[in-house]
């Protein structure tokens, strides 16, 4: 929880190389934690963790990869797939819809409907289209919006404790 919460209050205001994309890291941490605040249903339970990321953020995939070597979600090993546009992932538990895959939205929520598949997005209004977490800044902070009500559609529970770290959005 610790480390959630210093990924709640990352200020981005460090310096960096040009190169790197700052957020990767902390997008990557908050991905992870998300894992520990959903029930996945039974049939996701077995197998890899699977993370679909729908768009190109090499930075991020890294942090990822790396972060899956390391981690698992309760028994199961962590499993990172990119690609850039949606395809059908029956077997993915969480799915990130970078900027340039936000346009997919609606058709992945519709297609991941009662099928396990938490949905996350980096949009304006990405929870108000579908998907149940959606990365926003505020004031040079990485934050999130959740909302339950897509979660619920997606056939995941989450933990009540969730919603005190989000913007909540219904």
Excluded: H
């Excluded at 390391?70 to 992932?89: H, L, M, S, Y």
């Excluded at 297609?111 to 040079?140: C, H, P, Q």
């Amino acid at each position: 929880m610790l480390v959630f919460a210093v990924g709640l209050t990352f200020s981005f205001q460090q310096p960096s190389p040009s190169n790197y994309d700052t957020n990767a890291k902390i997008k990557a941490i908050f991905i992870y934690n998300f894992t520990k605040y959903f029930e996945w249903p039974n049939n996701k339970k077995t197998g890899n963790f699977v993370i679909y990321i729908i768009g190109k953020n090499e930075n991020l995939i890294t942090e990822l990869k790396a972060l899956a070597s390391r981690k698992k979600v309760g028994n199961q090993d962590i499993e990172i797939k990119n690609t850039p546009t949606f395809e059908v992932a029956a077997s993915a538990n969480m799915v990130f819809l970078l900027p340039e895959a936000s346009k997919s939205i609606s058709e992945v929520s519709g297609k991941s409907k009662n099928k396990g598949v938490l949905l996350i997005s980096e949009n304006t209004a990405g929870a108000k289209s579908g998907s149940s977490i959606n990365f926003i800044i505020i004031e040079s902070k990485q934050k999130f919006e959740y909302s339950k009500n897509n979660a619920i559609k997606a056939g995941l529970k989450t933990n009540d404790d969730f919603k005190s770290l989000a913007i909540n959005i219904d």
